[in-house]
């Protein structure tokens, strides 16, 4: 069940190496054009089940810094047909027709007529600025199982089917894919499948440098992401995997060409480093992070608003995870990791955050 999957930790030595700051004298950031949007600046924050929901947005984007946010993927027959994920649908919908813009949400399914009635609801009910195309999920229940994710990265023309039809049926919102390079290593076909996605109007392509059947092992190869530039002629591209610091970030831009950077699992527990990012690929100073007193009023907030929607149960233990990533990295943090691991009511979760939350290194920085 994806509410315990654990977060795979973006390896500490991946690639782009960080280059040295103000960090790459010359290099001028342009914003990124997803169709008619405007995505400044060109950071993206990335889909992740279980973990982009609303509570998580509204912190990114109260710090700032991300050019684009996105949902958690929603299963397009679930939404459509009002089937079996239809709870899971809507938790994963909570905020979405209200929330500031610009917003992408994401999908999932293998049928193009699905997916064109699924992206046209989401386009004309509920909004979205984006449309996003799942082509890179490697969870065994959506690509072996259910044909669709990654599955489809050895079917070109499957995805071309798919994203023509889901382009006509939302324009003009723009619709976007993210794939991995492939299925496996003998199985890399980034290359064919980004073509067909620009030749049937995607409007940008996001590329997570891995196949499927690494999940989250190894680093993500930039070299593999930045040979797609090449391949796309009129859309973005954007890259993705294992990027963890500011300096990481204005490498990708500098060594890689993308036109945009994708951020997962590291904002997770840091929700500020687009802000850091942001402020990095302008040249501006360090954005130091916020005090860990900071830090742990972050985490009781996100841990308000998760409660209040989802009750008490369900709330303390959709926050468990969150807690753990906010905690990661620093010392006490298996304790910490530990305690909250057990905590299933409010007052159990704000008590082990004010007395085990880890806490070195606390003195108030003036970070605004
Ligand atoms: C818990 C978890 C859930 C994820 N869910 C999705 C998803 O719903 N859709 C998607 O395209 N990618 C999903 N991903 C993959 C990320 O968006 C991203 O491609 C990957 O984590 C690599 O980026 P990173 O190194 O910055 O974490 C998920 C990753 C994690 C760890």
Known sequence: MIAEMPVPTPSVDSTPAPVASPIAPGLSIKPLRIGPLVVDPPLLQAPMAGFTNYAYRSIVREFGGTGLQATEM?????????????????ERLWGVKEEARPLAVQMWDNDPALLAECGKKLAFEYGVSVVDLNFGCPVRKISEKSHSGSY??????????????????????PVTAKIRLGCTHDCITAKEIARVIEDSGAAALTVHGRVAADFFKGNADWDKIAELKSVLKRIPLIGNGDIDSPEKVVAAFAKYGVDGVMIARAALGKPWLFKQSA????????????TLIEQRDILL?????????????????????YACCYAQGRRGARDFRFAISKCDTSDHFVTIVNERFPMEHAEKVDWN
């Not at 040249?283 to 130091?288: A, Q």
């Not at 907030?301 to 995870?321: A, D």
């Open 301 to 321: 907030r996100h841990h308000q608003m998760v409660v209040k929607r989802f009750g008490e149960e369900r709330g303390n233990v959709l926050m468990r995870r």
């Open 279 to 290: 402020a990095a690929l302008r040249g501006e100073p360090t954005v130091p992070e916020p």
């Open 74 to 90: 929603i299963s397009a027959e679930g939404f459509v047909r009002l089937t079996g994920g239809l709870k899971s649908t809507v």
């Open 152 to 173: 489809l990265l050895r079917d070109p023309q499957r995805v071309g089917a798919i994203v023509s039809r889901v382009v006509a049926a939302c324009a003009p919102v």
